[in-house]
């Protein structure tokens, strides 16, 4: 097998919070492949968009590796480094107006990431101008600045900056969220497209399950920190075996044949009046968790691979694959 081009180790992120550190990100172990696309999910506040600002280098970590393109990164990175990891990874963010300079026109707001390559003058205008048409916006947007466009006409704008240097990897934190529904599906697309066009690694971080499932060829599930489970697109999202990615995607998604298991699994009334139970060291699903059982406030789930190739952190997966397995007998 290939190396990762992204690869994570028990990464990390602790933020200061009155007197206690709150883990945003708390141990995460993930691989992102070259060319690959990589959905992220998980509810408001599990770590999704920290997880990517440490990747993109814009939040430092408390502990953990980081290795891209088989380099390890230093914790903190000069600003030489950082000029130079960020040629290779590069983000889309959901407030395309926040990350454009408001007093740059839009052709050297496209320019800009170039000229740190040394593409400077004619060269840089018409890459610019290359890209302007590519994302299918008129030459004279180009003489205009950010307040004069549309927020889709932005993120165009947005998009052409994150892969005009060519990176290995784009993050996507919620680039549509902030869209009308009218030009969503047309953002989306055009990501697709480059993708494809330039084999570029994507991670996309999004709460509209349906664009994961439509983009992603492998997705990851986030809970307080955590990754709770990780494979094949087609398997999470038509197989899911932890309990939280069942309850996310049944919240998410019509018909979802997982939300079966656990009500088969528990009868709803014995569960109705329980106290949450103590996390400490177990599992962080547990309070909220319909299959939790004594064991599961003692000691943590790690991700275990199963038949469906999908990773899972949870202590009754053998529970869910028998009561999976009589459902669709
Ligand atoms: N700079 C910061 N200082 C303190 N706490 C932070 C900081 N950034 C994030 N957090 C906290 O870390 C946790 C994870 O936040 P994060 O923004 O990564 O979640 P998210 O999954 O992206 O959520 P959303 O879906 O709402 O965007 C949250 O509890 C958030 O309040
Ligand atoms: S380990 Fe226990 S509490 Fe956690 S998700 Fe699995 S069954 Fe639920
Ligand atoms: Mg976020």
Redesign the pocket.
């Known amino acids: 097998m290939t190396a990762p081009f992204v690869d994570l180790h028990e990464l990390r992120c602790h933020f200061k919070s009155g007197d206690n550190l709150l883990a945003a990100v708390d141990g995460v172990n993930l691989q992102i492949a070259a060319g690959e696309v990589l959905g992220l999910v998980g509810e408001s506040g599990s770590g999704k968009s920290t997880l990517g600002r440490i990747i993109a280098g814009l939040q430092s970590r408390s502990a953990g590796n980081i290795v891209i393109d088989g380099k390890t990164m230093p914790h903190k990175y000069s600003r030489r480094q950082f000029r130079a990891m960020s040629t290779q990874i590069q983000m889309v963010f959901q407030d395309s107006y926040a990350s454009l300079n408001p007093r740059m026109t839009i052709l050297a707001s496209l320019q800009e990431p170039l000229w740190s390559l040394g593409v400077k003058g004619q060269a840089a205008r018409d890459k610019a101008a290359y890209w302007l048409d590519r994302v299918g916006l008129p030459q004279s947007a180009g003489e205009r600045y950010p307040h004069e466009l549309s927020g889709g006409q932005r993120q165009r704008i947005g998009i052409a900056r994150a892969f005009i240097a060519e990176p290995k990897l784009v993050i996507c934190d919620e680039p549509v969220s902030a869209l009308d529904v009218s030009v969503q599906a047309q953002i989306i697309n055009l990501l697709q497209e480059l993708q494809r066009e330039h084999n570029t690694a994507m991670l996309f971080i999004a709460h509209d399950l349906a664009v994961v499932r439509f983009l992603a060829s492998r997705t990851a599930v986030m809970y307080l920190g955590e990754i709770v489970e990780i494979g094949p697109t087609a398997a999470v999202f038509e197989s899911p075996r ?3 990615t069942v309850r996310l995607l049944a919240a998410h998604l019509d018909g979802n044949p997982g939300e079966r298991v656990l009500r088969t699994a528990t009868p709803v009334k014995a569960i109705a009046n329980r106290a949450p139970l103590a996390t400490d060291g177990g ?1 962080r ?2 309070p909220r ?1 319909q ?3 004594a064991a ?1 406030s003692n000691s943590p ?1 790690w991700l275990h691979a199963s038949r469906v190739k999908t990773e899972a952190a ?3 997966l053998v529970d869910i694959e028998i009561i999976n397995s009589k459902l669709k007998a």
């Open positions: 932890h309990p939280y599992c699903f547990a968790c299959m939790a059982e599961c789930p949870c202590h009754r």
